[in-house]
């Protein structure tokens, strides 16, 4: 069951509108299914859209940052609930445990390190919550087309590709996670 999705997303909303309203979009669908957002808790780029979407329609945010980022007045003040913790790793680790499957939007470093430890942890059986990427006007293209080249090159074994979910419109993505969330999301 989907109850909470974790996001990853850009702390800029980029040169593509559509980033921001795709971010909006996806803000608005969680509240409007009763899904919590679980996110990295900033107030800025897609984040901060992300957030302000689903705390206006009426839905639960929750964040989760680093003291570090705090200290830099990064933070969102108008959370449902917000987690401050010591470290970018007890950060992924605390996002990770208080979702049931995750998301992936447009970003960058952050966004694609974030998203790989959910695969690479799906791939070494720590827990089995499905992955999704919105792939909004192609952005994940060229990703795709990587992960593509791991499998052609044995790089990465074709059942493994499976973990992650992809669509192009949010009602999609978030039928596709919702259908594949299970349970407490381990593996037996």
């Given at each position: 069951?989907?109850?909470?999705?974790?996001?990853?997303?850009?702390?800029?909303?980029?040169?593509?509108?559509?980033?921001?309203?795709?971010a909006?979009?996806?803000?608005?669908?969680?509240?409007?299914?009763?899904?919590?957002l679980?996110y990295?808790?900033g107030?800025?780029?897609?984040?901060?859209?992300?957030?302000d979407?689903?705390?206006?329609?009426?839905?639960?945010a929750?964040?989760?940052?680093p003291?570090?980022?705090?200290?830099?007045?990064?933070?969102?003040?108008?959370?449902?609930?917000?987690?401050?913790?010591?470290?970018?790793?007890?950060?992924?680790?605390?996002?990770?445990?208080?979702?049931?499957?995750?998301?992936?939007?447009?970003?960058?470093?952050?966004?694609?390190?974030?998203?790989?430890?959910?695969?690479?942890?799906?791939?070494?059986?720590?827990?089995?919550?499905p992955?999704?990427?919105?792939?909004?006007?192609?952005f994940?293209?060229?990703?795709?087309?990587?992960?593509?080249?791991?499998?052609?090159?044995?790089?990465?074994?074709?059942?493994h590709r499976?973990?992650?979910?992809?669509?192009?419109?949010?009602?999609?993505?978030?039928?596709?996670l919702?259908?594949?969330?299970?349970?407490?999301?381990r593996?037996?």
């Amino acid at each position: 069951m989907l109850q909470r999705l974790c996001v990853f997303c850009g702390s800029r909303v980029g040169a593509n509108p559509q980033y921001a309203a795709s971010a909006r979009q996806l803000g608005e669908a969680l509240a409007r299914r009763g899904i919590g957002l679980v996110y990295g808790a900033g107030h800025i780029g897609l984040m901060g859209v992300l957030a302000d979407a689903v705390l206006e329609a009426g839905g639960a945010a929750i964040g989760v940052i680093p003291q570090a980022l705090v200290d830099r007045e990064l933070a969102h003040q108008g959370l449902t609930k917000l987690h401050v913790v010591p470290s970018m790793h007890e950060r992924k680790a605390l996002m990770a445990a208080l979702s049931d499957a995750f998301l992936a939007l447009p970003g960058a470093y952050g966004t694609a390190d974030e998203t790989f430890e959910m695969l690479t942890w799906n791939q070494l059986k720590i827990h089995a919550k499905p992955v999704g990427l919105l792939n909004v006007t192609g952005f994940f293209d060229s990703l795709l087309a990587w992960i593509d080249r791991c499998i052609a090159d044995d790089l990465l074994k074709p059942r493994h590709r499976e973990f992650l979910l992809v669509d192009d419109e949010v009602n999609g993505i978030l039928d596709a996670l919702t259908e594949k969330a299970s349970g407490d999301g381990r593996t037996p």
